[in-house]
């Protein structure tokens, strides 16, 4: 969609765009996959050996091997990549999903995580009939706590000592959103710009 009109393309928000994989996302996500903090609050875990770029590259550039997942990448309205996320675990049976998002970490702030998520949201409610996105973070993971809020999603519950990262144990936090509380507050602004 690089040269896509902004005029008639439905997945992009107020300041966003969602858009398949492209060869020249390759560079600014390995500088991602480098960001340490980023694999702990994602991850939960930071690895030896860190992957060279080139094993990096050919993981990305490999057909996905999971069909629960779709893997998107996340553009400003300038074209230029912002991040990534990820819808996971769909499940046909249950209609329920997990969500992750990564906003690299020069553009974080600016509101690019809560448009591409609204659109994600919109995507696996309103064409995949998801009915429930169940998702969770850190407790020590501020930025993720606030954006699940400010999407709608409840707090469902504490799960402790989930990960080991730093010489600590750390709990989570467990978010859940309906496609009812989405549609409550969002739909509304899923309008095709
Ligand atoms: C979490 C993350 C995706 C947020 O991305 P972002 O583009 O900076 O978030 P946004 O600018 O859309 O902010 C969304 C809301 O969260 C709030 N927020 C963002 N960063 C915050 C922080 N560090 N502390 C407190 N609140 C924060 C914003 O103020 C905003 O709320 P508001 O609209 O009421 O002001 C980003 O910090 C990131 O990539 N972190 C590393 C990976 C990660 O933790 N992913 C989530 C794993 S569950």
Redesign the pocket.
């Known amino acids: 969609m690089q040269d896509a009109s902004k005029t008639g393309y439905y997945w992009q928000g107020e300041i966003v765009r969602l858009r398949s994989f492209r060869e020249s996302d390759i560079g600014p996500k390995w500088q991602e996959y480098q960001?340490s903090?980023?694999r702990q609050?994602?991850e939960y875990r930071i690895e030896l050996p860190v992957m060279s770029r080139e094993q990096y590259a050919e993981l990305l550039t490999s057909p996905d091997d999971d069909p629960r997942r779709i893997s998107l990448y996340v553009e400003n309205h300038d074209g230029g990549l912002?991040?990534w996320l990820n819808l996971f675990d769909l499940d046909e049976r249950h209609g329920t999903f997990g969500v992750?998002?990564?906003?690299?970490?020069d553009?974080?702030?600016?509101?690019?995580?809560?448009?591409?998520l609204r659109l994600a949201l919109a995507y696996a409610f309103e064409e995949l009939r998801m009915q429930k996105c169940n998702?969770?973070?850190?407790v020590m993971?501020?930025?993720?706590?606030?954006?699940?809020e400010?999407l709608g999603f409840q707090r469902e519950g504490l799960r402790r000592r989930v990960a080991y990262i730093g010489g600590a144990y750390h709990d989570e936090i467990l978010y859940g959103l309906t496609h009812e509380e989405y549609a409550a507050r969002w739909r509304a602004t899923q309008e095709p710009k």
């Open positions: 960001d903090h980023a609050m994602l912002v991040g992750g998002i990564s906003i690299f970490r553009h974080r702030g600016r509101g690019y995580a809560l448009d591409a998702s969770a973070c850190l993971n501020a930025a993720s706590s606030a954006l699940h400010c």
